[in-house]
């Protein structure tokens, strides 16, 4: 089985075909909607293709017919990870920090607003972290470490 890469213009695409499939007529069949996007196709070698597909909308097309990640894409992808969990975090004060309020505990009110800073301060680390243009692999566990709110 042949791997073809194709190239658009904000992402890739892999198609996995018989080795007697041309791949224009494959192309045409997977892709006609977004035929005019295509900016090249490539056949890859069996090891091109990352185990990994955690950052699979940040994978592009290497000069040397491998897959890279941007890191730009997948550092955007760990943030919005890390947001959600910390808005699931942040949603659970909600009821207590109302009952605070209603209460006038200022000592609760201050200690679940401190709290609720924390959580949102969590996304600062992964912000400011500085990559290379395309991730290697201890860029790429950095990135999986510093999206977990743990």
């Given at each position: 089985m042949k791997k073809v890469i194709i190239?658009?213009?904000?992402?890739?695409?892999?198609?996995?075909?018989?080795e007697n499939s041309s791949i224009e007529a494959e192309i045409d069949k997977w892709h006609a909607f977004d035929k005019s996007r295509v900016i090249q196709y490539v056949?890859?070698?069996?090891?091109?293709?990352?185990?990994?597909?955690?950052?699979?909308r940040a994978w592009c097309l290497m000069g040397d017919k491998k897959i890279g990640i941007k890191s730009d894409i997948a550092q955007a992808d760990?943030?919005?990870?890390?947001?959600?969990?910390?808005?699931?975090?942040l949603?659970?004060?909600?009821?207590?920090?109302?009952q605070a309020?209603?209460?006038?505990?200022?000592?609760?009110?201050?200690?679940l607003k401190v709290q609720k800073q924390i959580l949102r301060d969590k996304t600062e680390p992964l912000k400011a972290l500085v990559l290379s243009q395309f991730l290697d692999s201890d860029e790429i566990n950095q990135l999986?470490?510093?999206?977990?709110l743990s």
């Open positions: 190239d658009f213009e904000d992402s890739i695409s892999i198609l996995y075909m018989n056949e890859l070698e069996d090891n091109a293709v990352l185990p990994d597909r955690h950052y699979r760990a943030l919005e990870r890390l947001r959600v969990q910390r808005n699931e975090a949603v659970k004060f909600d009821v207590p920090f109302l309020l209603e209460t006038d505990n200022t000592e609760r009110l201050n200690y999986k470490k510093m999206e977990k």
